[in-house]
């Protein structure tokens, strides 16, 4: 699938060329492309064909509300991990009965809200936090449907910083005791066992620590269910990975191969929580050149987007491809570090990349479209990027540039 193409040397999202937006809008702005985030997610519901299934998109990929709100609009579920990120389901029409709610620091009145909206399920990921559950449904006269995530301790190999099913991970219940607590889930008052869930990690690229955390964790619903504790549901998580610069990852349908083979004819639906993979290839940062510092040991591109718009790069050493939107051939191509405005050495997007640049031209960074307005800070006191969403050769601004005054809203000045 490829959302952004290069026609007559001029790359655009769909049939609209970036320059309009960049002229319309100004930079640095992400663009994402509906038909591409629409695909990438029937890729999901259709892998999985009849078997009942529910693909839960996780919201802290790209929390934009136009985007969640098409992909309500297609029927997806969502995954969330903080009340916020409900609120936001919930504004742009998503079905709470087909929300699920990860995270290991839920608040009682995070939780209160959920019950109250009557979410689909809590992945649970510790004891302590399944018996505030079971306190807060009990004040409320609800019953709590519940998972547990387990951490299943599989090495997912990806970035330390993004892997998350190791038993040395902040994430989810070892599974060595998760049976105790399932007891424990059953027997409590206002508590009811759903399902079971792991997610292992982020920008996976390979299948089989997936398959190994399956087994495992079937085990444990075979071990369960002679208990007489039923799982209902089985939720994967998700983390397939994207291709950034020459990556591999599966396709949804060899994804949805190994589950469903996973799974050997057991009644469980199946629940998958992909993020990166929907939005992430479906999204660019446009960004305009402001100055070129070329020095005799080393040549910058400083633009107008900067860390605090993409983290990526500085926080993960992330790849990003970096295209010039119309390409020049009046310049030499040299080898530039695509750096930001921002005072930190770390602030940059790509280094040593080879493009022909001249002040004030239009660069598109790729793959751009998950964990890339989200983790957007006003570190310098710059205002947030503006969020546009290309639709049916239109473009729609979906999120405005913060304004400045914004930028100080509820602080007080001292008497
Ligand atoms: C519980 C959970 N589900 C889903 C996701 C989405 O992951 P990805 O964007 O890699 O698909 C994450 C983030 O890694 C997560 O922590
Ligand atoms: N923010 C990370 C992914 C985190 C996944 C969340 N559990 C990234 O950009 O790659």
Redesign the pocket.
């Given at each position: 699938m490829q959302a952004f193409t290069l026609q007559d040397g001029r790359l655009c999202a769909e049939a609209v060329p970036l320059e309009d937006i960049a002229e319309q809008v100004g930079t640095p702005t992400y663009v994402y492309s509906k038909a591409a985030i629409e695909s990438a997610w029937r890729g999901f519901d259709q892998a999985l064909g009849d078997h009942p299934h529910q693909v839960c998109y996780?919201v802290?990929?790209n929390s934009n509300l136009a985007v969640l709100q098409l992909l309500a609009r297609l029927g997806s579920g969502f995954?969330i991990?903080s009340g916020g990120e409900l609120e936001r389901v919930l504004a742009a029409g998503g079905d709470p009965r087909r929300v699920v709610f990860?995270g290991v620091g839920k608040t009682a009145d995070e939780m209160r809200r959920a019950l109250e909206v009557g979410i689909r399920c809590f992945?649970v990921e510790s004891t302590a936090e399944l018996s505030r559950l079971n306190r807060v449904a009990g004040e409320l006269r609800l019953t709590a449907p519940v998972s547990l995530r387990v951490n299943p301790d599989v090495d997912a190999r990806t970035h330390p910083y993004?892997s998350?099913g190791l038993r040395e991970n902040k994430f989810g219940i070892d599974i060595r005791e998760a049976e105790a607590i399932y007891r424990q889930a059953a027997n409590a008052a206002h508590l009811s066992v759903e399902g079971v869930d792991f997610?292992i990690?982020?920008?996976l690229t390979d299948l089989s620590p997936i398959a190994d955390a399956l087994e495992r964790v079937l085990a444990l619903v075979d071990r369960l269910a002679a208990e007489g504790i039923t799982i209902r549901h089985l939720d994967v998580?998700?983390?397939?990975g994207i291709r950034y610069r020459d990556e591999t990852p599966p396709a949804a349908e060899d994804y949805a191969r190994v589950l469903l083979d996973g799974l050997q004819g057991r009644d469980l639906e199946l629940l998958m929580?992909?993020?990166?993979?929907v939005v992430g290839n479906a999204g660019v940062l446009i960004t305009r050149v402001q100055y070129l510092k070329d020095g005799s040991e080393q040549r910058f591109a400083v633009v107008d987007a900067a860390m605090n718009d993409l983290l990526r790069p500085s926080l993960y050493d992330g790849w990003h491809a970096i295209t010039p939107v119309r390409p020049r051939a009046d310049t030499d191509t040299l080898p530039w570090d695509i750096v930001g405005p921002v005072c930190e050495t770390g602030d940059f997007l790509g280094k040593q990349r080879e493009l022909a640049l001249a002040e004030g031209d239009l660069l598109a960074v790729h793959s751009a479209g998950?964990y890339g307005f989200v983790m957007a800070s006003n570190y310098n006191t710059r205002p947030r990027p503006a969020e546009v969403l290309v639709a049916g050769g239109c473009h729609h601004l979906v999120r405005e540039r913060e304004p400045l005054r914004a930028l100080w809203r509820g602080e007080h000045l001292l008497d």
């Amino acid at each position: 699938m490829q959302a952004f193409t290069l026609q007559d040397g001029r790359l655009c999202a769909e049939a609209v060329p970036l320059e309009d937006i960049a002229e319309q809008v100004g930079t640095p702005t992400y663009v994402y492309s509906k038909a591409a985030i629409e695909s990438a997610w029937r890729g999901f519901d259709q892998a999985l064909g009849d078997h009942p299934h529910q693909v839960c998109y996780a919201v802290k990929a790209n929390s934009n509300l136009a985007v969640l709100q098409l992909l309500a609009r297609l029927g997806s579920g969502f995954d969330i991990v903080s009340g916020g990120e409900l609120e936001r389901v919930l504004a742009a029409g998503g079905d709470p009965r087909r929300v699920v709610f990860s995270g290991v620091g839920k608040t009682a009145d995070e939780m209160r809200r959920a019950l109250e909206v009557g979410i689909r399920c809590f992945n649970v990921e510790s004891t302590a936090e399944l018996s505030r559950l079971n306190r807060v449904a009990g004040e409320l006269r609800l019953t709590a449907p519940v998972s547990l995530r387990v951490n299943p301790d599989v090495d997912a190999r990806t970035h330390p910083y993004i892997s998350t099913g190791l038993r040395e991970n902040k994430f989810g219940i070892d599974i060595r005791e998760a049976e105790a607590i399932y007891r424990q889930a059953a027997n409590a008052a206002h508590l009811s066992v759903e399902g079971v869930d792991f997610h292992i990690g982020s920008q996976l690229t390979d299948l089989s620590p997936i398959a190994d955390a399956l087994e495992r964790v079937l085990a444990l619903v075979d071990r369960l269910a002679a208990e007489g504790i039923t799982i209902r549901h089985l939720d994967v998580g998700g983390g397939l990975g994207i291709r950034y610069r020459d990556e591999t990852p599966p396709a949804a349908e060899d994804y949805a191969r190994v589950l469903l083979d996973g799974l050997q004819g057991r009644d469980l639906e199946l629940l998958m929580e992909p993020g990166r993979a929907v939005v992430g290839n479906a999204g660019v940062l446009i960004t305009r050149v402001q100055y070129l510092k070329d020095g005799s040991e080393q040549r910058f591109a400083v633009v107008d987007a900067a860390m605090n718009d993409l983290l990526r790069p500085s926080l993960y050493d992330g790849w990003h491809a970096i295209t010039p939107v119309r390409p020049r051939a009046d310049t030499d191509t040299l080898p530039w570090d695509i750096v930001g405005p921002v005072c930190e050495t770390g602030d940059f997007l790509g280094k040593q990349r080879e493009l022909a640049l001249a002040e004030g031209d239009l660069l598109a960074v790729h793959s751009a479209g998950a964990y890339g307005f989200v983790m957007a800070s006003n570190y310098n006191t710059r205002p947030r990027p503006a969020e546009v969403l290309v639709a049916g050769g239109c473009h729609h601004l979906v999120r405005e540039r913060e304004p400045l005054r914004a930028l100080w809203r509820g602080e007080h000045l001292l008497d």
